[in-house]
């Protein structure tokens, strides 16, 4: 392999790619590469591994420190690659760190460290930490430790981060990393350097696989064992060895444009928006570019609120078989969200996605010929707060417009595993009691069982109030706990009138992270006048074809 006195990447990538990432680098890669070069330095890592970095998103990058700011600058470097909000706890004393203190979340305790990496982390910041220095505000670390400070376990616990491993390496022998070590800071430093220590450093990262927090917090272990099993997790990454921990894949690389628009060409045109977005109707085949991509950006979404298939790119069997609204930014070119959709009008309920999840009953032959199950619904990250998953709305009720025998709308909403067990409590409360059917038309796989005194802790807390008092309520104690009511459980009840949005039960999914997924069942005759007119929807007569249905032989 080259070896070359500045960072050096060792990847199996072609040369037009290598130039197509040299030419992509943000200016804080630039500065640290610059920096790296100015001294002499140098690190080596496979391209592919940065792959592993999620684009978006909380993570807590933990490493080693076997060269105090050396170390830390390498892995700068190769997290800059992918992400600009980066911060670190390390070394921020080391004379190798004088130009980045402004990325160190250290403080003058413990406890402002604490604080400022939980910030960090809370706008979904990426943050580096080498656990020697973290819980150490005062004193010296040791180069080599036999036990970390559990102090990064409780902050990644705290703030459910993902955890991404990367090991560094050094050829400097270890007396020099001792001698580096006592003497690092110090102007004796500097003169032993330039006699005995090489002029370059290469350090080599070894990149593991993402771990999510659902898969460290719920061990049954105490954090300090906790902290040494991550630990041991690092150098078998070192060594190449499988992991302790169940592991995500990178996400898949995003579809080539041209493959898009290619596809999206052949697609029925649902409509256009002021803010150059294009709302699509398509049906896509096995080797579809399209499904690809609504797969990848499907994990992507579902990944950051604490779901997601696992994979590197979320698509199922009932892909295929279901049409997809897609919306599309035409000035940016990509893919905004999806939703997914399929009329069950002359349909065995086992083909349905929902089957997988609940068993239908008798009772579903009410819904079943005049409906169409929505799911697997996503919004991509960036454009979160946007009107985009309003404009999604548009583009179903585009699809009712066409298609008058629907009037009933049902699919599974999910509550992510990330909410605490009081959270969900409080939510599957809520909706059990003012939104539960009587006559539920499925029985769930996997129930969502409620403790006795959630119960009663409900009971009370709603005891005498409407709905609408009730979730002010609900609003207000999810809000003590850092929780708000999902997106789509609102929505789904905000579009009808009384009795026009019902929940048929609420089941575990082991498939995504043992999320909680709701049956809602809405009757598009209930929608509520200022809804009808948002959606054009005001002529339309979801009752007239119930007496062609009766005439049906």
């Given amino acids: 392999m080259l070896k070359l006195p500045f960072l050096t990447a060792k990847t199996k990538r072609s040369p037009s790619m290598q130039e197509s990432t040299s030419a992509n680098r943000n200016e804080l890669s630039k500065h640290v590469l610059e920096y ?5 330095l140098s690190a080596v890592y496979d391209v592919k591994d940065s792959l592993k970095i999620p684009e978006m998103g909380r993570v807590i990058v933990l490493a080693n420190d076997p060269l105090p700011g050396i170390s830390t600058l390498a892995l700068l470097y190769f997290v800059s690659q992918v992400r600009q909000d980066l911060r670190f706890i390390g070394d921020c004393d080391s004379p190798w760190l004088s130009e980045f203190r402004s990325l160190s979340c250290m403080g003058d305790s413990d406890e402002t460290t604490r604080l400022a990496a939980t910030e960090h982390l809370a706008n979904e910041g990426v943050l580096i930490i080498q656990p020697v220095h973290f819980g150490r505000s005062s004193g010296v670390p040791k180069l080599t430790q036999e036990r970390w400070p559990t102090d990064f376990l409780k902050l990644a616990t705290h703030t459910l981060s993902p955890i991404l491993h990367v090991h560094v390496s050094s050829d400097e022998q270890p007396f020099l990393q001792q001698v580096r070590g006592f003497y690092r800071g110090h102007g004796v430093f500097q003169k032993l350097a330039s006699r005995v220590l090489p002029e370059t450093y290469d350090q080599k990262l070894r990149v593991g696989e993402l771990i999510d927090a659902a898969d460290y917090k719920d061990l049954p272990l105490r954090d300090r ?50 803010d ?12 579809s570019s399209l499904l690809r991509e609504i797969g990848r950006l499907r994990e992507q979404a579902f990944r950051l609120v604490g779901e997601g298939s696992g994979k ?46 609940f068993d239908y009953q008798a009772e579903a032959k009410r819904i079943m010929p005049r409906g169409v199950e929505l799911g697997r619904s996503f919004v991509q990250p960036k454009y ?63 129930p969502y069982m409620m403790g006795y005194s959630a119960k009663e802790q409900n009971a009370r807390l709603f005891e005498g109030l ?21 997106t789509l459980y609102k929505q789904y009840t905000e579009l009808c009138d009384e009795g026009g949005t019902r929940f048929h039960g609420f089941n575990i999914d082991p498939d995504f992270q043992d999320c909680i997924d709701g049956l809602v069942v809405v009757d598009l005759n209930r929608l509520k006048p200022l809804k009808r007119k948002r959606y054009e929807l005001v002529n339309h007569d979801f009752l007239a074809y119930d007496e062609k249905l009766k005439q049906t032989p």
Avoid at 36 to 40: P, S
Avoid at 237 to 244: E, H, I, L, N, P
Avoid at 276 to 281: E, N, P, Q, R
Wanted: hydrophobic residues 40%; glycine residues 6%.
């Fill in 312 to 357: 590197a790119c979320d698509i199922d069997a009932y892909d295929l078989d279901y049409q997809h609204i897609v919306l599309w930014d035409a000035q940016d070119k990509e893919v905004v969200g999806a939703y997914r959709l399929r009329t069950t009008f002359d349909l065995d309920a086992d083909r349905l996605y929902t089957s997988t999840l």
């Fill in 225 to 274: 064992f906790k902290a040494k099993l991550l630990r041991k997790q690092l150098y078998r990454v070192a060594s190449g060895k499988g992991s302790y921990f169940k592991t995500l894949p990178a996400i898949a690389l995003p579809e080539p444009r041209e493959h898009l628009l290619a596809e999206l060409a052949n697609a029925a045109l649902l409509g256009k928006t002021k």
């Fill in 466 to 486: 409407d709905a609408r008092d009730a979730f002010v309520t609900l609003r207000e104690q999810l809000g003590l706990i850092g929780h708000s009511v999902p």
């Fill in 36 to 40: 790296l070069a100015e001294h002499q």
């Fill in 276 to 287: 150059h977005k294009l709302i699509y109707l398509c049906s896509v085949q096995q080797s």
């Fill in 384 to 446: 979160w707060g946007s009107r985009s998953l309003d404009y999604l709305w548009a583009g179903i009720a585009a699809y009712i417009r066409s298609n008058p025998r629907v009037r009933y709308l049902l699919g599974a909403v999910s509550i992510s595993n990330a909410f605490s067990q009081q959270g969900k409590d409080l939510l599957l409360g809520y909706y059990g009691k003012y939104y539960l059917d009587d006559d539920p038309i499925v029985r769930c796989k996997r």
